[in-house]
Protein backbone atom coordinates (compact mmCIF):
# COMPACT_ATOMS: atom_id res chain seq x y z
CA UNK A 1 0.00 0.00 0.00
CA UNK A 2 0.80 3.39 -1.36
CA UNK A 3 2.31 5.32 2.11
CA UNK A 4 1.04 8.91 0.62
CA UNK A 5 2.38 11.01 3.80
CA UNK A 6 5.81 9.65 2.92
CA UNK A 7 5.14 10.60 -0.52
CA UNK A 8 3.94 14.08 0.26
CA UNK A 9 7.05 14.46 2.33
CA UNK A 10 9.21 13.42 -0.60
CA UNK A 11 7.36 15.80 -3.37
CA UNK A 12 7.51 19.08 -0.52
CA UNK A 13 11.32 18.15 -0.06
CA UNK A 14 12.46 18.13 -3.82
CA UNK A 15 9.39 19.64 -5.62
CA UNK A 16 12.18 23.13 -6.60
CA UNK A 17 14.86 20.91 -7.03
CA UNK A 18 13.38 18.95 -9.71
CA UNK A 19 11.61 21.86 -11.30
CA UNK A 20 15.20 23.58 -11.30
CA UNK A 21 16.65 20.75 -12.85
CA UNK A 22 13.89 20.48 -15.44
CA UNK A 23 14.19 23.98 -16.11
CA UNK A 24 17.91 24.00 -16.80
CA UNK A 25 17.50 21.92 -19.25
CA UNK A 26 14.12 23.12 -21.39
CA UNK A 27 14.24 26.62 -20.23
CA UNK A 28 10.71 26.84 -20.99
CA UNK A 29 8.49 27.76 -18.07
CA UNK A 30 5.46 25.85 -19.66
CA UNK A 31 7.10 22.77 -20.45
CA UNK A 32 8.63 22.50 -17.26
CA UNK A 33 5.60 22.85 -15.65
CA UNK A 34 4.10 19.95 -17.58
CA UNK A 35 7.43 17.40 -17.26
CA UNK A 36 7.26 18.08 -13.27
CA UNK A 37 3.73 17.33 -12.62
CA UNK A 38 4.00 14.27 -14.81
CA UNK A 39 7.56 13.39 -12.95
CA UNK A 40 5.28 13.52 -9.94
CA UNK A 41 2.86 11.24 -11.47
CA UNK A 42 5.08 8.46 -12.27
CA UNK A 43 6.58 8.75 -9.32
CA UNK A 44 3.39 8.94 -7.60
CA UNK A 45 2.48 5.39 -9.94
CA UNK A 46 5.59 3.47 -9.27
CA UNK A 47 6.25 4.75 -5.71
CA UNK A 48 5.82 1.15 -3.40
CA UNK A 49 8.67 -0.20 -6.60
CA UNK A 50 10.65 2.57 -4.80
CA UNK A 51 14.07 1.10 -3.42
CA UNK A 52 15.47 3.95 -1.37
CA UNK A 53 18.62 1.90 -0.78
CA UNK A 54 18.94 2.08 -4.84
CA UNK A 55 18.77 6.06 -5.10
CA UNK A 56 18.02 8.50 -3.27
CA UNK A 57 14.55 10.62 -3.76
CA UNK A 58 16.23 12.87 -5.81
CA UNK A 59 17.93 11.31 -7.70
CA UNK A 60 15.30 8.57 -8.69
CA UNK A 61 12.65 11.82 -9.16
CA UNK A 62 15.57 13.21 -11.17
CA UNK A 63 16.00 10.26 -13.41
CA UNK A 64 12.41 10.17 -13.82
CA UNK A 65 12.08 13.78 -15.11
CA UNK A 66 15.29 13.74 -17.71
CA UNK A 67 13.60 10.50 -19.31
CA UNK A 68 10.62 12.62 -19.83
CA UNK A 69 12.28 15.02 -21.40
CA UNK A 70 15.01 12.93 -23.66
CA UNK A 71 11.53 11.31 -24.61
CA UNK A 72 9.86 14.37 -25.40
CA UNK A 73 13.10 15.85 -27.54
CA UNK A 74 13.26 12.12 -29.54
CA UNK A 75 9.67 12.68 -30.49
CA UNK A 76 9.97 16.53 -31.25
CA UNK A 77 12.54 15.36 -33.56
CA UNK A 78 10.28 12.77 -35.73
CA UNK A 79 7.92 15.90 -35.96
CA UNK A 80 7.58 17.39 -39.46
CA UNK A 81 9.79 19.80 -40.47
CA UNK A 82 8.47 23.13 -41.15
CA UNK A 83 9.83 25.78 -43.38
CA UNK A 84 10.99 28.58 -41.37
CA UNK A 85 10.69 31.09 -43.93
CA UNK A 86 6.76 30.24 -44.22
CA UNK A 87 6.48 31.69 -40.49
CA UNK A 88 6.14 35.12 -39.62
CA UNK A 89 8.18 36.02 -36.89
CA UNK A 90 6.60 37.51 -33.49
CA UNK A 91 7.73 40.42 -32.18
CA UNK A 92 10.69 40.70 -29.45
CA UNK A 93 9.12 40.67 -26.43
CA UNK A 94 9.83 43.31 -24.12
CA UNK A 95 12.66 42.72 -21.98
CA UNK A 96 12.39 43.63 -18.31
CA UNK A 97 15.30 43.81 -15.44
CA UNK A 98 14.55 42.98 -11.90
CA UNK A 99 17.97 44.91 -11.10
CA UNK A 100 17.92 43.25 -7.35
CA UNK A 101 18.49 40.00 -9.04
CA UNK A 102 21.10 40.20 -11.71
CA UNK A 103 22.05 36.74 -11.32
CA UNK A 104 18.97 35.90 -12.27
CA UNK A 105 19.04 37.41 -15.38
CA UNK A 106 22.66 36.28 -16.29
CA UNK A 107 21.63 32.92 -15.81
CA UNK A 108 18.39 33.42 -18.03
CA UNK A 109 20.76 35.29 -20.72
CA UNK A 110 23.06 32.59 -20.30
CA UNK A 111 20.86 29.55 -20.62
CA UNK A 112 18.98 30.96 -23.67
CA UNK A 113 22.40 30.93 -26.09
CA UNK A 114 22.87 27.36 -24.65
CA UNK A 115 21.73 24.11 -26.95
CA UNK A 116 18.92 21.86 -25.39
CA UNK A 117 21.79 19.33 -25.28
CA UNK A 118 24.45 22.03 -23.23
CA UNK A 119 21.72 22.68 -21.00
CA UNK A 120 21.05 19.40 -20.17
CA UNK A 121 25.34 18.84 -19.21
CA UNK A 122 24.76 21.62 -17.24
CA UNK A 123 21.74 20.37 -15.41
CA UNK A 124 23.18 16.90 -14.50
CA UNK A 125 26.08 18.68 -13.36
CA UNK A 126 24.71 20.91 -11.23
CA UNK A 127 21.26 20.36 -10.32
CA UNK A 128 21.05 16.60 -10.35
CA UNK A 129 24.90 16.84 -8.31
CA UNK A 130 25.83 13.90 -10.84
CA UNK A 131 29.53 13.03 -10.57
CA UNK A 132 31.28 12.97 -13.82
CA UNK A 133 31.71 9.08 -13.76
CA UNK A 134 27.50 9.11 -13.55
CA UNK A 135 27.36 11.81 -16.56
CA UNK A 136 29.58 9.47 -18.28
CA UNK A 137 27.72 6.44 -18.16
CA UNK A 138 24.28 8.42 -18.98
CA UNK A 139 25.87 9.69 -22.06
CA UNK A 140 27.84 6.53 -23.08
CA UNK A 141 30.81 8.71 -22.96
CA UNK A 142 34.40 8.30 -21.36
CA UNK A 143 34.62 10.36 -17.89
CA UNK A 144 37.83 11.60 -19.59
CA UNK A 145 35.06 13.40 -22.51
CA UNK A 146 32.62 14.71 -19.72
CA UNK A 147 35.67 16.45 -18.45
CA UNK A 148 36.44 17.44 -21.73
CA UNK A 149 32.98 18.49 -22.65
CA UNK A 150 32.46 20.36 -19.68
CA UNK A 151 35.94 22.17 -19.84
CA UNK A 152 34.08 23.32 -22.96
CA UNK A 153 31.14 24.71 -22.26
CA UNK A 154 32.55 26.40 -19.09
CA UNK A 155 34.81 28.18 -21.87
CA UNK A 156 31.88 28.70 -23.84
CA UNK A 157 29.85 30.07 -21.01
CA UNK A 158 32.53 32.92 -19.92
CA UNK A 159 32.32 33.94 -23.54
CA UNK A 160 28.66 34.14 -24.12
CA UNK A 161 28.49 36.17 -20.46
CA UNK A 162 31.44 38.66 -21.53
CA UNK A 163 28.18 39.51 -24.46
CA UNK A 164 25.45 40.38 -21.50
CA UNK A 165 24.19 43.87 -21.60
CA UNK A 166 25.88 46.06 -19.76
CA UNK A 167 22.62 47.66 -17.67
Do not use: G
Not at 40 to 60: D, G, M
Not at 78 to 102: G, L, R, T
Request: proline content about 3%; some cysteine; charged content about 30%.
Amino acid sequence: MKDSNNFKDIYNKYFNYVYNSVYAMVHNIRNTEDIVSETFLRAWNSFESYNPKLAKPQTWLCNIARNIVFDRWRSESKKEIVNIESIEEPAAPEVKYDFENIENIQVEFLLSKLTSEERSFLSMRYYMNMKNSEIAEELSITTKAVSERYRRLLEKCKKILKTFPKI
